[in-house]
């Protein structure tokens, strides 16, 4: 037996009695050396089978639990690195951070809403609108309760594309306008609908118009200024030039009488000065004279106290024409162009209005329509005509015409106003201030009685309106005292051409409409004149109104009761200028407070009649219209008509001409400016600049709109604050980091904990009907503030929990449109006018910024049964697909890595209001209605991943995240299992051969004193 064997033999059997043979215990068998026997006592067997078993499975578990150890390290490192790359990959899609990104022509187009960014996509966005139409129309307007009808939906597909795109040198911010376009779309629509159908509706652009200037008589107050402005206009275009031509055909009738006089005296030839003045020739004695190109003889027919004339009148006496037959005129000719009773003849000066004249306004003007006419008139050849209108032309534009038509003027004047006169009417252009303040111009040059208006109908002189009140400021010729004739003083009502000229200029300051309004309506100052006081009288014009205006009205308002006076011929003027036009024009044009229009002219607009009226034709706030549509799509973004312009202040800005900066283009949409998510992923689609400032500041009058911000400026939210139209928003998991480091962890643990307690319970829904969070008006870390552009203010959002998939794609968060927005008690209430007695439960005011009563609501004001039960609103029939797409509510479904909103409907009602009636309109529609709300439309905004665009989605951005997702669980997977077993065999074996080892010490140590015993 060798020595492997018995220690393989002795290792794997339990030891027996040792028995001796016979022989040795009878001596017969030989001893063996002791050396030897103490060799075999000492030296250790082979292992056995088992031994090496439980080796292995040591050894093997060694193995598995290192193996372990590294998956386990492996998914600590993929914890730190992969979601880095994963980040990586994602970023690279979502953040567009210049011209040469690679989605960048699809993050321009809006070719896709999903994160990838590429691809045309099959993600459509839809506008719907639903109209209430006013079924009783006149009744409303007559003080009767009104009836609706709700018509509708009428659909849209919309299109975005971004121009004037502008990248910051980093990178980090981009700035951009954003196109829309707008195409109906019959199949989404209602069914029997049609853009043709008519729909009577409130008019917001008339009522904003009346509410702008607090009144319908303050509308035509304030249109008193404009009318004023435009008289002012027409008298340097009419005025003066009917003075003039009156003067010219004067200064040449009388002329003519003075030279025929002197000539009769020294036995001239009958009718000699016609037949001269004609071109011919005609005998003094033996002499023949032919027309009056010399003046010697001029000197001595005159007096002394003419010959400074002697100038001017040689110019009436000349007409230029020859002596040649074929050149002069004969002497019937000349009779009949000298009778004034003919309008057709060179001196009558008929005239209707200011803009309405014959006789001598068609000779001067040289109309080509009435040239033939006077030439058959008067049977006049070609050479005869020019050469009358050339005569008559060159007295008109002769500077002595001007100096003779002042002198005679004044001469004309009575003794007392002379003096005064003399000083006042230092040039030609103070004869129109004469004209407005005295009104006796006209009447001087016409040898009228009584003073004469530029126009007679309806005179917009301050002095006709004076006398029509029993206040007149012109003297009368005289009166007479026995058989004398003795002129009165100058009228106490009188105002001296200096008043005259400071009141006008202190009222048309063009630059200046804020103090006419101010001043003369008494309205309150504008959002951005709020120094401005205002004062209805001359003594709280003198405590109250700013230092200059002060002392301009110190200056003005010199004779008694000339503030009460001006006051009362605004109205005049209101009354009788723009009262009539806008009656014409704009109440029965259709463009008053109620009106009746196609739906396609109330979506996509129409010229405005009382815009019209009110502001430069270019201005793009004259087309009216609710959904704003630009059909090039092309760059640059303009401002056409009111949907594209968000506010007044900033929106828009003047595009003028390079070469002539007062000419007008066109108006540019001034770009939003957000950042790119470069460098701060947190912030990916943050809005940084509106419209070229960090807030919104004197649009809404309370106050000003922070845009910017989280935690510390964000009025309660810590999820996110001023990102733009609720389309892109940081990722969520982002911002808790972010603000972790903004804030600390607390509020952060503070954060996850209210998602994960609110997607635990019930408010964890998948639809948010409005009449289910009626109540919900508490502010919640969790809310989402979406700053909405075009009513520039932030509209909350409150969590809802997880929403169920969406083309497969999980893991989203559903936020609903927060009853808050539409609720009095919310904290910022006083910015938006919503603290007032009058505030309602349900109605978010919109007043301050849009200018009229402008409300915005859930639809059919669901969750508003106060609302719901005034009596202005008992009579209101919805329609069945009305009724239940208003029940689904408002709610954005946001994938929380990327940021994105995959899903959104947000509803949202108009209304306005006819409350103070009576006040308001108290001029064309003084039985309106006092209506607290009035219902106009409703409109939802729908958009959806579809299944194109959801699969790129999963390709880009989930299937990374599955991929590191499923990296790390398995790594961790295996590494717990691998290290598990690697420990437990490990352990195993190192017990079993512990414990096998202890058993053969055992078993050797016995051995041996057994042996010891024996020898």
Not at 45 to 60: A, K, Y
Not at 195 to 224: C, I
Not at 698 to 712: E, F, Y
């Amino acid at each position: 037996m060798s020595y492997s064997s018995s220690m393989t033999s002795s290792a794997a059997y339990p030891p027996t009695p040792i028995s001796y043979p016979a022989a040795a215990m009878a001596g017969t068998a030989p001893l063996r050396d002791r050396s030897e026997s103490r060799f075999s006592a000492t030296t250790t067997p082979p292992p056995s089978r088992r031994v090496t078993v439980l080796r292995w499975t040591r050894n093997i578990g060694l193995l598995l639990l290192a193996i372990g150890l590294v998956a386990l390290g492996s998914a600590i490192v993929s914890h730190t690195y992969l979601p880095e790359w994963r980040d990586k990959r994602a970023l690279e899609s979502l953040v567009v951070d210049s011209p040469d990104h690679p989605n960048y022509a699809a993050w321009v187009n809006h070719a896709s809403p999903s994160s990838a960014g590429r691809g045309q996509g099959d993600s459509p966005t839809y506008q719907r609108f639903y109209f209430f139409h006013l079924v009783n129309s006149k009744g409303f307007l007559q003080g009767k309760k009104p009836f609706y009808l709700e018509k509708g939906p009428y659909t849209f597909r919309q299109t975005k594309k971004k121009v004037d795109v502008n990248f910051s040198e980093k990178g980090t911010l981009v700035s951009y306008v954003t196109l829309v376009q707008n195409k109906y779309s019959p199949e989404q629509s209602g069914k029997d609908v049609a853009l043709s159908d008519t729909v009577t509706m409130l008019n917001l652009a008339y009522a904003t118009a009346v509410a702008t200037f607090g009144s319908e008589s303050n509308l035509l107050r304030y249109g008193s200024r404009r009318a004023l402005m435009e008289i002012e206009r027409a008298w340097e275009s009419t005025f003066l030039p009917t003075l003039k031509e009156r003067a010219v055909a004067a200064t040449a009738v009388k002329t003519l009488a003075l030279i025929d006089e002197a000539l009769t005296k020294l036995n001239y030839q009958e009718d000699g000065t016609a037949i001269r003045w004609g071109g011919g020739c005609a005998s003094a004695g033996m002499v023949q004279q032919c027309g009056f190109e010399k003046a010697a003889f001029l000197m001595a027919m005159i007096g002394k106290e003419r010959k400074e004339d002697a100038e001017l009148y040689h110019m009436c006496l000349d007409t230029g024409l020859g002596s040649e037959p074929g050149q002069a005129i004969p002497l019937e000719t000349v009779k009949a162009l000298w009778d004034t009773s003919d309008r057709l003849s060179i001196f009558n000066v008929e005239t209707v209005n200011s803009t309405v004249r014959f006789g001598i306004s068609y000779w001067l003007n040289a109309d080509a329509n009435m040239r033939d006419t006077l030439l058959a008139r008067f049977r006049l050849n070609t050479y005869q005509y020019t050469m009358l209108t050339t005569y008559l032309r060159r007295i008109y534009d002769s500077p002595l015409l001007e100096t003779f038509i002042i002198k005679n003027f004044l001469s004309g004047l009575p003794p007392g106003e002379v003096g005064l006169a003399t000083a006042e009417i230092a040039d030609w252009s103070s004869l129109t201030w004469r004209q407005w303040a005295v009104g006796d111009v006209l009447q001087t040059f016409s040898g009228a009685v009584l003073p004469e208006s530029v126009l007679p109908e309806t005179p917009p002189e301050l002095s006709f309106y004076m006398a029509a009140v029993g206040q007149p400021v012109w003297t009368p010729v005289g009166i007479v005292v026995g058989e004398n004739e003795v002129p009165p003083p100058i009228s106490p009502a009188r105002w001296s051409l200096k008043q005259t000229k400071c009141m006008r200029d202190l009222i048309l300051r063009e630059t200046d409409a804020d103090f006419f309004a101010e001043t003369v309506l008494g309205l309150p100052p504008s959002p951005t004149q709020t120094s401005r006081k205002t004062f209805l009288d001359v003594e709280s014009a003198m405590a109250r109104s700013p230092e200059a205006s002060k002392a301009a009205l110190e200056q003005c308002l010199v004779s008694q009761g000339a503030w009460s006076v001006m006051l009362g011929y605004f109205d005049y003027l209101g009354r009788t200028f723009a009262g009539p036009h806008l009656r014409e024009h704009v109440v029965e044009a259709n463009g008053g407070l109620i009106v009746t229009r196609s739906v396609q002219s109330w979506l996509e607009g129409r010229p405005e009649p009382i815009l019209s009226s009110s502001l430069p034709p270019n201005d793009p706030r004259i087309w009216f219209g609710i959904m704003t549509d630009d059909e090039k799509m092309e760059a640059p973004g303009k401002c056409v008509q009111v949907s594209d312009i968000e506010n007044m202040y900033s929106a828009c800005s003047p595009v003028t001409a390079p070469t002539d900066p007062t000419t007008l283009l066109y108006y540019k949409k001034v770009a939003n400016t957000y950042h790119t998510g470069k460098k701060h992923p947190d912030r990916l689609g943050a809005m940084a600049k509106y419209k070229g400032d960090e807030v919104a500041w004197g649009i809404w009058p309370q106050g000003k709109i922070p845009i910017l911000g989280g935690a510390a400026t964000g009025q309660g939210s810590v999820v996110q604050y001023g990102y733009s139209e609720g389309e892109q928003f940081p990722p969520l998991n982002r911002i808790l980091r972010a603000t972790e480091a903004y804030v600390g962890p607390g509020l952060v643990a503070g954060l996850e904990n209210t998602f994960n307690s609110l997607a635990a319970t019930e408010n964890a829904t998948t639809t948010t009907a409005m009449a289910a969070m009626a109540e919900e008006t508490v502010e919640s870390p969790t809310d989402m503030l979406v700053f909405m552009s075009n009513f520039v203010l932030p509209v909350r959002f409150q969590y809802r929990g997880p929403r169920g998939p969406i083309q497969g794609l999980t893991g989203l968060h559903r936020f609903g449109l927060s009853p808050l927005n539409f609720s009095p008690r919310r904290r910022d209430a006083a910015l938006y006018s919503m603290d007032g007695p009058q505030a309602r439960e349900g109605l978010l005011n919109m007043t301050d910024i849009k200018g009229a009563p402008f409300f915005l609501s859930p639809p059919h004001y669901l969750g508003c049964p106060k609302l719901q039960s005034l009596e202005c609103l008992s009579a209101v029939a919805t329609i069945p697909q009305g009724e239940s797409e208003a029940a689904v509510g408002s709610h954005l479904d946001i994938e929380p890595y990327t940021g994105r909103t995959l899903s959104a409907s947000v509803s949202l009602q108009v209304s306005s209001s006819t409350m103070g009636a009576a006040r308001a309109y108290d001029v064309f529609h003084t039985e309106t209605y006092a209506a607290e709300v009035v219902p106009l439309l409703w409109m939802t905004h729908q958009a959806e991943v579809g299944p194109e665009d959801a699969a790129l989605f999963q390709e880009l951005v989930n299937a990374p995240l599955d991929f590191v997702t499923k990296v790390q669980r398995l790594t961790l997977l295996v590494g717990i299992l691998t290290a598990g077993v690697g420990l437990f065999l490990a352990l195993l074996g190192f017990f079993c051969l512990c414990r096998k080892s202890g058993r053969e010490s055992k078993t050797e140590s016995d051995a041996r004193r057994a042996r010891g015993h024996f020898i």
